[in-house]
């Protein structure tokens, strides 16, 4: 029987030795057996992460752990849903009806005891509403991921809000130790996604 592996993109099947993905034309970054089996196991697993610092797939691994053993930069610009999806899957969140935003972190202190960061390191993240929690991805100065994530459990947050203010939505997450807060832009040209999950947010959150 012919080997197989999983686009690191779409998650459908193809051959083992294939350089690029016949069904969407991606192209397959996995340089080694180790990385490629991460990334089949990841694609496979239905499971998504249900505590902040773990997930329900049995690894008592923070999400700052994963990220550490993978190059975001394999994973492109951050601003574009495929890769966010392939960066979100390949860290084994493989839900397909989260919410993602590209929004700007201006009220961070209580994040770092919330999301377990250390300093904080990016103020621009893309925003997943997952199942169990918001799954923070860090970009860059080039809008590309850095590696700098974070995850918070619904169970730590007490309000999530989200206001319209001009070409923007604020985003207000609140708990115990203190408030989080966010500017979403309402619009991106050319990432149709921004608007219409910002849209859905408005409708959960207002």
């Known amino acids: 029987m012919e080997e197989t592996k999983f686009c690191v993109n779409c998650g459908k099947r193809i051959n083992k030795s294939a350089n690029f993905c016949q069904y969407c034309g991606h192209q397959q970054t996995v340089v080694n057996e180790t990385d490629r089996n991460a990334v089949n196991d990841a694609k496979v697993s239905d499971k998504n992460v249900s505590e902040p610092a773990s997930t329900d797939q049995g690894s008592d691994r923070s999400i700052t752990e994963i990220a550490s053993e993978i190059d975001p930069t394999r994973f492109g610009n951050g601003l574009k849903l495929e890769n966010i999806n392939a960066y979100r899957n390949r860290l084994g969140f493989n839900s397909t009806d989260s919410i993602c935003v590209y929004g700007y972190f201006f009220s ?38 850095n590696g700098k994530n974070s995850f918070i459990n619904f169970s730590d947050i007490s309000s999530i809000k989200l206001s319209s203010f001009g070409s923007n939505y604020h985003l207000t997450v609140g708990s115990s130790k203190g408030e989080i807060k966010a500017k979403i832009v309402k619009m991106m040209l050319g990432r149709p996604w921004q608007a219409q999950n910002a849209k859905k947010l408005a409708k959960l959150y207002r």
């Open 108 to 145: 961070t202190a209580a994040l770092i005891t919330l999301g377990g960061l250390v300093g904080f390191a990016s103020k621009h993240y893309i925003i997943s509403f997952e199942h169990d929690g918001v799954l923070l991805l860090g970009l860059g100065m080039t809008d590309h991921f």
